[in-house]
């Protein structure tokens, strides 16, 4: 199973500031027929499912704002908030789809500062 | 409208049985293939289970096989998850997701949640 390492596990970030969360994988997500990385990002807040941000890394889903983004780097993947706004508040998981089972990580919970 | 309903979680003693049902509408059942995730009070989200398209290939968390079985209709458009030698363990909100070949899982429902004890 390809495990998923996510941190830090919670930040706290000043409204209009940078937020970066980290994630590892434990083995290559790179999916060879496309060279893309199959690795996604979800926002989930209380009581709501998960939400699709990003996917193959950096792609971000329609409707989400560009203050979201993503980057990869080997195994290494970092989602940023580059202004956060008080709506962001929320749980955040990197998940791979490149093979099964599907892989989470832990979740970063981010909140206003 | 894409919309994914659960039903069927309830409180269930230890040992028991639970089927879960997800009725899909507003995208093409047939054309996506299908999971179960879950998310235990607090916790984070864990995979379940697959089906791929048709129903002819399914895939189960070593947590869950032997006790587990994901099925789809097609016909009806809708997923379902029959769940027995129930444990404590497998309390947790219960979502049914949708996802096409070689992209993220991008439709989810709002959860159905069960419950075992005694």
Known sequence: DIVMTQSPDSLAVSLGERATINCKSSQSVLHNSYNKNFLAWYQQKPGQPPKLLLYLASTRESGVPDRFSGSASGTDFTLTISSLQAEDVALYYCQQYYSLPLTFGGGTKVEIK | ?118
């Open chain 2, 1 to 118: 409208e894409v919309q994914l309903v659960e039903s069927g979680g309830a409180l269930v003693q230890p040992g028991g049985s639970l089927r879960l049902s997800c009725a899909v509408s507003g995208f093409t059942f047939s054309n996506y293939r299908m999971h179960w995730v879950r998310q235990a009070p607090g916790k984070g989200l864990v995979w379940v289970a697959r089906i791929n398209t048709d129903g002819s290939y399914t895939s189960y968390a070593d947590s869950v096989k032997g006790r587990f079985t994901i099925s789809r209709d097609n016909a009806k458009n809708t997923l379902y998850l029959q769940m027995s030698s129930l444990r404590a363990e497998d309390t947790a909100l219960y979502y049914c997701a949708g996802q096409q070949y070689d992209t993220p899982v991008d439709y989810w429902g709002l959860g159905t949640l069960v419950t075992v004890s005694s």
